[in-house]
């Protein structure tokens, strides 16, 4: 079947602009987390959701930063006002459950000039 | 905050030779996931140990969780071109947070 899919899979945007991070999970996976990964770096939780709620969202890095996933399955990753800081690879996995096997998305990588 | 650490950040070894990393924790983890991240892809989960001095095998990779539940290990035997990655641990401290361990980056010399 078809694994966790991100879209785009490159973004090269200019400081202060708005970007949109998509990921599509697997089908029937209830929990859904965003990373952020930087060069060198293990991944970095960002946010967790289990259905349609954000059950932990307590990595986002400030306000500019918000998730959602109105219908539990595609989320979108929103970074307002971006700065050079973000640039970075952002991960998204899938599990069935809390605590179960992640599946990573192959990742957005973003660049603010 | 909770961290995990690792150790050595890179590892460079002859193919066949053996390779160990190791992942600490300064606090107790309810369990333990390796995964393996290729150069330029995404990382891939190999295992999660749960229970306290828990050892697992796959084929030549052999994976360990310490007794006291802060520290773990993953060995490879006769290492491959195939192994070459960065290794991650990543571990619960009893919330669904995965928090990653600063991997180690594996390459083998032909």
């Known amino acids: 079947g078809a694994g966790v899919s991100q879209t785009p899979s490159n973004k090269v945007t200019e400081k202060g602009k708005y970007v949109e991070l998509r990921c599509d999970p697997i089908s029937g996976h209830t929990a859904l987390y965003w990373y952020r990964q930087s060069l060198g770096q293990g991944p970095e939780f960002l946010i967790y959701f289990q259905g349609t709620g954000a059950a932990d969202d307590s990595g986002l890095p400030n306000d500019r930063f918000f998730a959602v996933r109105p219908e539990g399955s595609v989320s979108t990753l929103k970074i307002q006002r971006t700065e050079r800081g973000d640039s970075a690879v952002y991960l998204c996995?899938?599990?069935?459950?809390?605590?179960?096997?992640?599946?990573f998305g192959p990742g957005t990588r973003l660049l603010v000039l | 905050g909770q961290q995990v650490m690792q150790i050595p950040q890179y590892q460079h070894v002859q193919e066949g030779e053996d390779f160990t990393t190791y992942c600490n924790s300064s606090t107790t983890l309810s369990n333990i996931q390796w995964y393996k991240q290729r150069p330029g892809g995404h990382p891939v989960f190999l295992i999660q140990l749960v229970k306290s001095g828990e050892v697992k095998k796959q084929k030549r990779l052999t994976f360990q969780f310490g007794e006291a539940k802060k520290n773990s290990s993953l060995h490879i035997t006769a290492t491959q071109t195939t192994d070459v990655g960065t290794y991650f641990c990543a571990g619960y401290f009893g919330n669904e947070k995965l928090t990653f361990g600063t991997g180690t980056r594996l390459t083998i010399i032909p």
């Open positions: 996995a899938s599990s069935l459950a809390p605590f179960e096997t992640q599946y």
